[in-house]
């Protein structure tokens, strides 16, 4: 088996399966796992003994104790019919320890970026000729959900930026980047999802005043062409969030807070969201209820305890200040572009943890520990001059 796994990664295996990964996140939930199960497969048969040597020992230990109490909260969770369903996302953060461990090429990285970014385009303008031509409050994907459409295309759109700027810097042709772009943020904006909104444009903003502040003129006007389209929904709940109306998120929130007195040692077990969410709280909502309590740190605090939800947050939130620091320190300048769009998809994606359930979520989940592990070791990585 470790001779077939060597050949598979001698011929760029797991290369192709992140490749598949990247390519079918807006259009297929069974590929994208599918595809990620055999990615960790290929990586525990290739290790084998050396799965945990020479990985970095704070980001493993605290990766042991999170799996180890989450893996506790199932077994002690009084739901256990729902909690033993929760095997079903916890096997994805083995893909942080194989980012962690894993280096792509220079070649096999461009690929699977270039990859995902076209299915990004492709997606986004297949949802806006369905906005347009059917009249619909948002710019609905066909294949995934909108949440997770949205939050995917605003990676999407900061890493094709990323393109298009380095186009521009190399005098290479820069248009099918900038149109491509152009296409993601409408797809963004049309879905009215405020966080994915806030990301991109935010993340686009600082990318564009650091790296290539000499466009940030252009960049502004394209920006304010779009707006003149009228996303109608943006606008709508941007002025409901600012009348200070409660959304469905501070809703759940509230009650979540308030079962923290209560907390068991090991939680009330994953995926009880609806089991312990009070009865009164479920009666609020205008319409269907929030699947999830959409923040990622409180939900692993009421689901896996305080030890297991303490140790996530300060992972996540310690990486996100250790790759901020070690980017404005770095004196590398031949990646330090690389480095500074790495810096600005953490922000991203931390940011959606807190307002959104991304671990317990297929494409999401296996998005954020493939990114997380491989952001951190991208940056923390020796200086190369």
């Not at 893996?71 to 009084?78: D, R, Y």
């Not at 444009?201 to 707006?227: C, D, E, N, T, Y």
């Not at 939800?309 to 200040?321: D, K, M, P």
């Amino acid at each position: 088996m470790n001779n077939i796994a060597s050949r598979l990664e001698a011929q760029g295996g797991a290369a192709v399966l992140t490749g598949l990964i990247a390519g079918f996140s807006f259009w297929s939930t069974a590929v994208v796992e599918i595809s990620a199960a055999l990615l960790v497969l290929l990586f525990l048969i290739q290790q084998g003994s050396d799965l945990f040597r020479r990985t970095p020992s704070i980001p493993l230990l605290l990766w042991c104790i999170y799996v180890s109490g989450v893996v506790l909260s199932i077994f002690f969770s009084p739901f256990p019919e729902e909690s033993y369903e929760y095997f079903r996302y916890l096997w994805h953060s083995i893909l942080f320890i194989m980012a962690l461990k894993r280096e792509f090429s220079s070649r096999e990285l461009v690929l699977i970026s270039r990859i995902f970014v076209g299915s990004g385009a492709v997606t986004a303008g297949a949802a806006m000729i369905r906005f347009f031509i059917e009249g619909s409050a948002h710019a609905t994907p066909y294949f995934v959900g909108l949440t997770t459409s949205s939050n995917l295309l605003a990676i999407a759109g900061l890493i094709c930026l990323h393109q298009t700027l380095r186009a521009v810097e190399n005098l290479q042709r820069w248009w099918a980047h900038a149109f491509a772009y152009i296409i993601i943020v409408l797809g963004v904006l049309f879905s009215a999802r405020v966080t994915a909104v806030f990301v991109l444009l935010m993340g686009s903003l600082l990318m564009v005043l650091v790296v290539r502040p000499k466009v940030f003129i252009q960049w502004v006007a394209a920006v304010a062409m779009i707006l003149f389209l009228n996303p109608r929904a943006l606008f709508v709940k941007l002025s409901w969030i600012a009348t200070g109306n409660p959304t469905d998120r501070h809703v759940v929130w509230d009650a979540g807070l308030g079962l923290l007195g209560n907390l068991p040692l090991f939680g009330f077990g994953p995926a009880s969201f609806t089991k312990i969410l009070p009865a009164e709280t479920l009666l609020s909502f205008a319409y269907r209820p929030p699947a999830s309590w959409h923040n990622d740190v409180l939900e692993v605090i009421l689901e896996s305890g305080w030890i297991t939800g303490s140790v996530y947050a300060i992972g996540i939130i310690g990486a996100l200040f250790s790759c901020t620091w070690r980017c404005i320190r770095s004196k590398n300048k031949l990646d330090r572009n690389e480095r500074i769009l790495g810096v600005i998809l953490l922000w991203g994606l931390v940011l959606f943890a807190f307002v959104d359930s991304v671990i317990s979520t297929a494409v999401l989940g296996i998005a954020w520990w493939l990114l997380l592990g491989g952001i951190i070791r991208h940056i923390t990585k020796e200086d190369l001059a």
